[in-house]
């Protein structure tokens, strides 16, 4: 039970094993080499009856808990999508949590509910939002939540309470929620969560897995002659596989025609680059501000702000308000009453809600958006670098087009076209061969702790994606990373041609199916 | 954009501005005097091009933000339910947040999932929970949600999916959520965000607002009869109005007859008081241990770690994860499919999830069961000494029967009986009287800026409630707060006996109700 001095000397502590950790960062594995349950054989099963000492606690830290966590800052961490965090964003959950309070109203902490509604402003301009998206409009708004999964629910809910409002005699049953087969899962949870049915429509390699107006409406029309409701739409900018990005100059044309169609904009990851002017046309940024319902990005992910700052806003606030105000006595308060100001447990699904928005002040502040957008740029243009050392080897190719810092690649044909050991006419190879080799080469990275990329299928193509993010990744790390994945390639390739050098020492490949 | 050195030198300045905040605590205003908007006159409407000095940044947190924040942990925080935050909870924050990652599943940082694991079973533990309830039974377990709320609505959308499995051809509509009149708004809130009808059963006075047996037998009867399907009660431990405890005992004699009725227990605030085995049987440990399908507890509130941590158990892991999984390729992982480790993403509605078991390990570590029993036990010492003080002025009275630490009082009738100018029988105040002087006394309460209590009404009865929580809060603070009341009590009867002096100079006060 640390006093304050004490509190002051750990505070120290704790501020220093944080600066070695970042010194160490580049130096540690990127990912762990802890088997499952691990940790239970260094901690005891039940909790101690007596205090411990909490130099001991933070000791334990150091020696039980780091060498337990995968690195998402390390500057070799391509995975997923990145969780870029900065310093400034440390010290702003550090004093959040000194001040801990639980701000679900105004009157439970004035400056946590002020300083949201205009951060969630400047924030709506750095990506410049429509102003009807503003708090300052009184008429939409933008409040933080958790996670894109968080926000994409709390999106359903109001859209499926704003149609049960609508319709008030069409059952449950036949709502139907829109995503397509590249929506993150964040789509089918949120159905599975509040007992909906979803259709993912097909999207296309040929389209770069981006969903097409006629898709959508051939969806329409087929379910609205069924008799069921297509109640709302998740269109996303930068799907989690690949960056796909759907099309919104066509999804507009048919939300023309379904005025009821909630159209919720899932921009998690990629979101954060229409703070760049030059990148707003290819994100269809004026679309998103026509027709987009609500909108969400992750400041947490290529945003810079630490996990967790979900930013999601709508164009009409009370469709937030209606679907989730319940006002019991013991929450009303003379400020709210009276209107004047937002009360934002009406605009989430909780109650409680952390003070997020004094991460993204510091880091506003201390970045600017110049700042902001540099480490944007930045980290597009390291995955530019990638690509053009990719392209230059034969090893690999690219799935997709690039979609900003984002590559997805796999083994490329080429890599299997000159064997040593023929000089007949060039195989193709088959998406089997190549999906094979693919994990191969996947299964060779994961087994290395200097590097961390993740996998997707794209219609059954397997397939390495490689995305730049993490705040202290430099061009050099780059440069490392397509070293390490020709050395791997390099080894599954020849372990390729080795198995498949048949008796008559000719390589057996056959002509393969066209996959992209 | 600090660098290590900088982030050093910003973060021991940090964590001195938070000494200062905890040296200086007591003698701030409880809450804070800003009016609606202050915030936006102090900061620009569009964020900073260029990057600000860090020390400038920190400066305006302690000019602008702690002025406008309501101290929930300052001494005479008597309001809502505490955020009893600890120095040791305030490190692992700021560690959490410097490894900065989503720990969706097990691969994404082990240690993070292996932690939350074992601190599940500390606090399933240190509150006496079956072994059913323990991860280590590897048949229920438990996780941390965000809030109550969460995991309220994290237990109902479960429930609702089991409903729906077991009963498919039941219409979404015919479902009913069961709460009783004094259930949180965490009951309603979930039915409206999951369009489901919700019965509040009718709670007694007499009854302490405890749900009864026959209450809840009668609804099922009645709802049954009418073809509908009562699928889920929240029952709750130490409601937020008057900390009253449903019926277990009985409420478990009916469930016999109604085994598919998933009987949620929420015990956000008193659920923490389970540590003491002296609380035990008062709060139907045995029942809960018997009857619970899933068990909440908030240990931001009551439990000393900084918000937000609410720790919810289910008897059966399954339940969490049929409702809720969905595994994309890009999530897969190869322990993930072995069934060998917890996929955290599975037992909660979002995706990615911050690494709050740090803070559940610092805590019980520093502190020790047996610290944290103590702080438990000095709360409600505390309240005792509040409540005997309070029965000494003859102006204030219980309206219910104190819980735990916490109380809930009005103006008492003997307040108004000795009339200074009349001798005559002593008259009964009615029951608008004495809500009209009790919301007197609220108002000038809530004027003050030294003392923060809440509201509530308690099926018409007007009352104020008085928790202890805070960490920081002594004897002395609990005295103050006896004579602040009494003070502001003694203008409100004073007032009213000037205005109720009628023209004959007799008090003007008719035979009232009974209200309790």
Redesign the interface.
Known sequence: ??D?????K???A??????D???SLSSLPV??S?S?????HH?P????????P?N???DD?TK??????????HPSFFG?YP?A???????A??????????GFN???????T??E??MM???A??LGLHSDFHN?SSKGGGAIQ?????SA?TAV?AA??LY?RTHPTV???SLVLYTTTQT???G??AA????LNVRAIEVKAEDGYSLRGEALRAALDEDLKNGKHPFMLIATVGT??SGAIDNLPEIKQVAKDHPSLWIHIDAAWAGVALSCPEYRDQLYHAEINEIATSFCTNF?KWGLV???CSTLWVRDRTLLTE??D???????TK?GDSG??IDYRNWH????R?FRS?KL??V????????FRAYIKRCIAMNDSFITELKQTKLLELVTAPSLALSVFRISPSALASSPSSTSTEPTATLETLNTLTKSLYSRLTSRNDILL????LNGVFCI?FVVGSERTVLEDVRKAVGVLVEEAEGVVAEWRKESVGVDGEVVVQNGNAVV
């Open positions: 039970m640390l304050i001095e004490e509190f002051r750990a505070g120290y704790a501020i220093d094993r944080i600066c950790y970042y010194y990912k762990p802890v499952p349950g691990y940790l239970s901690i099963k039940t909790l101690p009856e007596s205090s411990e909490f001991h606690i933070l830290y039980l808990i780091l060498p337990g966590l995968t690195h998402w800052q997923f969780t965090c900065t310093f400034e964003g440390m010290i959950d550090l004093l959040v949590s000194s001040a801990c309070n639980p105004w009157a439970s902490s004035p400056a946590c002020e300083l509604v205009l402003d400047w924030a301009k750095l300052s958790t996670t894109a999964s968080d629910l809910v499926r309470s049960a059952p449950h049953e993150h899962s964040l089918l949870k599975k969560i509040l007992g989690t596989s947490h630490n996990f967790d679907a989730l319940i006002t019991p006595p013991f929450l009303r400020e004047l100001v699904l909780a109650l409680g952390r004094l002040w510091f506003f502040r201390s970045y600017g958006a110049e700042g993740t996998q997707t299928v994606r």
